[in-house]
């Protein structure tokens, strides 16, 4: 199932997507979609509504190094343990809106991710298993950095943390087997300008979805609609005022912006 929220023409809701192509549509749900979903019988053509970014986290965990490849190309060694750091909600933007280049950095990249999103009763001090089934669904995302300030910075805050350095979206897919996509091996691509700048699979994560979230759930509680990043295969590279950027994940959909000068 497809689970986005959108903006239509009376206001901002989630809705269930049904179909594919022009004759898509959009069926409004009653409150959150975390319980038992119950749609309020109003549908819009998928072409009449706007898809914002599909969820509003309290925090977004991300996990550094977390493929080889990635790791060895910024010259680091992949680490015992999932290294983690914070984006703060304020980052996060849906798909089609703008990324953002803040004056203050001359290399910002991107990092093409699949994005877990938890689901209810939210995780606390789960092992692996338990963590299965606290995950809600899966994204696309794109951990946008500064990378000059990560380097420069002790902590990855500053690089990781403007504004709309977290496009999140198109939207979030419940169960990607419905789709004959298994999580564990899903390509997780990034395009700018239409040309392929990473090529990667999730099968080459040091740590598996379950495993991170089980590992954050250790550290703090993640909350219903929190997102753990994933991590990113090799290939990042830098980002330029008019490009777009695409991030794909296989079974999931593909999320797209464009990148714009600081205001």
């Known amino acids: 199932m497809r689970i986005a929220r959108i903006a239509q023409p009376t206001g901002m809701s989630f809705a269930v997507l049904e179909g594919e192509g022009p004759g898509a549509t959009a069926a409004e749900i009653e409150g959150h979609p975390f319980a038992q979903i119950e749609l309020t019988g109003q549908r819009w053509a998928l072409e009449d509504v706007r898809l914002l970014a599909p969820i509003l986290p309290s925090k977004v965990v991300c996990v550094g190094r977390n493929y080889a490849e990635h790791a060895a190309e910024l010259g680091n060694e992949v680490p015992k343990e999932p290294l983690i750091f914070l984006k703060p909600s304020t980052s996060v933007v849906g798909p089609g809106e703008h990324i953002r280049l803040p004056a203050v950095s001359d290399q910002v990249e991107h990092e093409a991710e699949l994005a877990v999103v938890i689901g209810l009763p939210g995780a606390r001090g789960l092992d692996r298993e338990a963590a299965k089934g606290s995950i809600f669904g899966y994204t696309c995302a794109n951990d946008v950095t500064a990378r000059d300030l990560q380097q420069q910075d002790v902590q990855f805050t500053r690089a990781k943390g403007f504004d709309s350095f977290c496009p999140l979206g198109p939207w979030i897919e419940t169960d990607p087997l419905e789709n004959g996509t298994d999580v564990a091996d899903a390509e997780v691509r990034c395009e700018v300008g ?70």
């Not at 550290?219 to 295969?233: E, W, Y």
């Not at 777009?244 to 912006?257: E, F, K, R, W, Y």
């Open 194 to 263: 239409g040309e392929v700048r990473q090529l990667g699979s999730t099968k080459d994560m040091v740590f598996d979805p379950a495993s991170l979230v089980a590992y954050v759930s250790q550290i703090m509680t993640l909350l219903p609609g929190d997102v753990v990043l994933t991590g990113t295969p090799a290939g990042v590279g830098p980002l330029q005022a008019g490009e777009t950027v695409s991030v794909s994940v296989a079974g999931i959909g593909t999320l797209s912006n464009k990148v714009v000068p600081s205001e």
